[in-house]
């Protein structure tokens, strides 16, 4: 293993010395210095995210067009060009759409903390399969939350913008968290900018409170690209802007849409953003005022609404989205009625929208009509979501169960069978003061292949 600067001098300088060379991290990765290992390997696995750091490069776009037009390469197009492309921008070019593998899983972070960069950067596409039992999540903590302070952005003369206030309370939110708390996990902070990061790091090596709770935190104040391919179990993130933010600072946030993403994406369990909500909300650098709201909106869901179904009636009620609603759930809802067993339809649990939602005290079950055309695809993509869902609903509390469609066409007293030794069971163990009250829960009964329900 050797970075792409090393090899010389370590490595024969032979055509195909190496069967396979596999370049990480090549979306920071220029062409030009990675040309020398592509000439030892006789094939190469580029592996890397065009929606993160980039090369930094020094040299101008037009310089560029003027030294490949002088060494007679501006034929081979844009595409080799050193400032505009990476080493990956380059190989998916070069490649096969069905030689592209996309890596979707996402196990590092809680739901909440990657949600906006998959819909804002990656179009939906990760499915987040993060066991968030595994994390270390401070107590009481969640995912996302914002600390409103407005500060001052200044830049000293030869500086980089920074903003006290924000600085200040950062380091007042690192007590609360180590000092106070004595939370066990490891901690970072990052800022998109050099001299904020500076500015908290010295901040915290005076703060001799803080520097005796550190312990095995493994704090790290840095700037994005310190972060990149790093992670922490909580995350602070000093945004810098506000109302006074010279027209500099805000270009550079700008025009650096990666780079924000890195920033928000590199905890686990807990980002905490520290800055002026409202000026961030409102400003033009569009991925940050979009994030703003985000947060605004899941602090505002961030309780589970009680679930109290009362008496709907026996005809499925009007929903938000009827068009997700399929005929058998329809026939489902109604059958549970007149078995006795009261639902609610399409109750929202995090990202989630659940078919049938039944509560026994604080049980809660989620009932699912599957139809086959639905989760027989292709790629198996929508069977492998549903078992990702299931799990963090399992995680959350809830049992589960799923029917397949012709289980409801078919055998509808049978599936209604199932529900009712489901309530009945939970009913007995519950006491009775308890029963009046519309909590919730869910039992899981899996297959390889599907979920289904058996006797």
């Given at each position: 293993a050797v970075?792409?600067?090393s090899a010389r001098g370590r490595i024969p300088l032979e055509?195909?010395?190496f069967d396979l060379l596999i370049v990480d991290e090549a979306s920071q990765c220029d062409i030009a210095s990675v040309l020398p290992l592509l000439y030892r390997c006789k094939r190469a696995a580029i592996i890397g995210d065009p929606k993160q750091l980039r090369h930094i490069t020094q040299i101008a776009s037009r310089v560029n067009q003027q030294l490949m037009q002088e060494h007679d390469v501006a034929s081979l197009g844009e595409r080799w060009s050193y400032t505009g492309n990476s080493l990956f921008d380059l190989a998916a070019s070069l490649t096969e759409s069905g030689d592209v593998i996309s890596l979707r899983d996402h196990h590092r972070s809680r739901n909440e903390i990657i949600e906006f960069s998959n819909r804002h950067f990656y179009e939906g596409r990760l499915r987040v399969a993060t066991r968030e039992s595994d994390l270390r999540v401070p107590?009481?903590?969640p995912a996302v939350r914002w600390v409103h302070i407005a500060g001052n952005v200044v830049r000293p003369a030869g500086g980089g913008a920074l903003n006290r206030?924000?600085?200040?309370a950062v380091v007042q939110e690192l007590e609360r968290l180590l000092a106070e708390q004595r939370y066990d996990?490891?901690?970072?902070?990052?800022?998109?900018?050099?001299?904020?990061a500076n500015l908290i790091r010295d901040m915290v090596n005076q703060n001799d409170r803080l520097l005796g709770a550190l312990g095995q935190s493994e704090l790290l104040i840095e700037t994005v690209y310190r972060f990149q391919g790093d992670e922490r179990d909580v995350m602070l993130f000093s945004p810098v802007l506000s109302r006074d933010t010279p027209r500099t600072a805000a270009g550079f946030l700008r025009g650096n849409p990666n780079t924000f993403n890195v920033a928000i994406t590199r905890a686990r369990a807990a980002l905490v953003v520290v800055g002026d909500h409202r000026a961030c909300a409102t400003c033009d650098v569009e991925h940050l005022a979009s994030f703003a709201r985000y947060v605004e909106d899941s602090e505002r869901k961030q309780f589970e609404p009680r679930i109290d179904p009362g008496d709907l009636g026996r005809d499925y009620p009007p929903v938000s989205n009827p068009e997700r609603v399929s005929e058998w759930e329809r026939r489902l809802y109604t059958a549970l009625y007149d078995a006795g067993v009261r639902c609610m339809p399409q109750y929202s649990v995090e990202r989630y929208s659940l078919d049938l939602a039944v509560a026994v005290g604080e049980r809660r079950l989620d009932?699912?009509?599957?139809?086959?055309?639905?989760?027989?695809?292709w790629n198996g993509e929508l069977a492998l979501r549903d078992q990702i869902r299931n799990r963090r609903l399992i995680e959350l509390g809830w049992d589960v169960m799923r029917f397949w469609v012709y289980q409801v066409r078919d055998d509808l007293p049978r599936c209604i069978?199932?529900?009712q030794r489901w309530v009945d069971t939970v009913a007995a163990a519950t006491p009775t003061p308890a029963r009046e009250d519309a909590g919730w829960r869910v039992d899981l009964v899996e297959t390889s292949a599907k979920i289904g329900i058996e006797d």
């Amino acid at each position: 293993a050797v970075t792409n600067l090393s090899a010389r001098g370590r490595i024969p300088l032979e055509p195909g010395f190496f069967d396979l060379l596999i370049v990480d991290e090549a979306s920071q990765c220029d062409i030009a210095s990675v040309l020398p290992l592509l000439y030892r390997c006789k094939r190469a696995a580029i592996i890397g995210d065009p929606k993160q750091l980039r090369h930094i490069t020094q040299i101008a776009s037009r310089v560029n067009q003027q030294l490949m037009q002088e060494h007679d390469v501006a034929s081979l197009g844009e595409r080799w060009s050193y400032t505009g492309n990476s080493l990956f921008d380059l190989a998916a070019s070069l490649t096969e759409s069905g030689d592209v593998i996309s890596l979707r899983d996402h196990h590092r972070s809680r739901n909440e903390i990657i949600e906006f960069s998959n819909r804002h950067f990656y179009e939906g596409r990760l499915r987040v399969a993060t066991r968030e039992s595994d994390l270390r999540v401070p107590a009481g903590a969640p995912a996302v939350r914002w600390v409103h302070i407005a500060g001052n952005v200044v830049r000293p003369a030869g500086g980089g913008a920074l903003n006290r206030q924000e600085a200040r309370a950062v380091v007042q939110e690192l007590e609360r968290l180590l000092a106070e708390q004595r939370y066990d996990g490891t901690v970072g902070v990052v800022s998109p900018f050099r001299a904020q990061a500076n500015l908290i790091r010295d901040m915290v090596n005076q703060n001799d409170r803080l520097l005796g709770a550190l312990g095995q935190s493994e704090l790290l104040i840095e700037t994005v690209y310190r972060f990149q391919g790093d992670e922490r179990d909580v995350m602070l993130f000093s945004p810098v802007l506000s109302r006074d933010t010279p027209r500099t600072a805000a270009g550079f946030l700008r025009g650096n849409p990666n780079t924000f993403n890195v920033a928000i994406t590199r905890a686990r369990a807990a980002l905490v953003v520290v800055g002026d909500h409202r000026a961030c909300a409102t400003c033009d650098v569009e991925h940050l005022a979009s994030f703003a709201r985000y947060v605004e909106d899941s602090e505002r869901k961030q309780f589970e609404p009680r679930i109290d179904p009362g008496d709907l009636g026996r005809d499925y009620p009007p929903v938000s989205n009827p068009e997700r609603v399929s005929e058998w759930e329809r026939r489902l809802y109604t059958a549970l009625y007149d078995a006795g067993v009261r639902c609610m339809p399409q109750y929202s649990v995090e990202r989630y929208s659940l078919d049938l939602a039944v509560a026994v005290g604080e049980r809660r079950l989620d009932i699912e009509v599957d139809g086959e055309r639905y989760h027989r695809s292709w790629n198996g993509e929508l069977a492998l979501r549903d078992q990702i869902r299931n799990r963090r609903l399992i995680e959350l509390g809830w049992d589960v169960m799923r029917f397949w469609v012709y289980q409801v066409r078919d055998d509808l007293p049978r599936c209604i069978k199932r529900v009712q030794r489901w309530v009945d069971t939970v009913a007995a163990a519950t006491p009775t003061p308890a029963r009046e009250d519309a909590g919730w829960r869910v039992d899981l009964v899996e297959t390889s292949a599907k979920i289904g329900i058996e006797d």
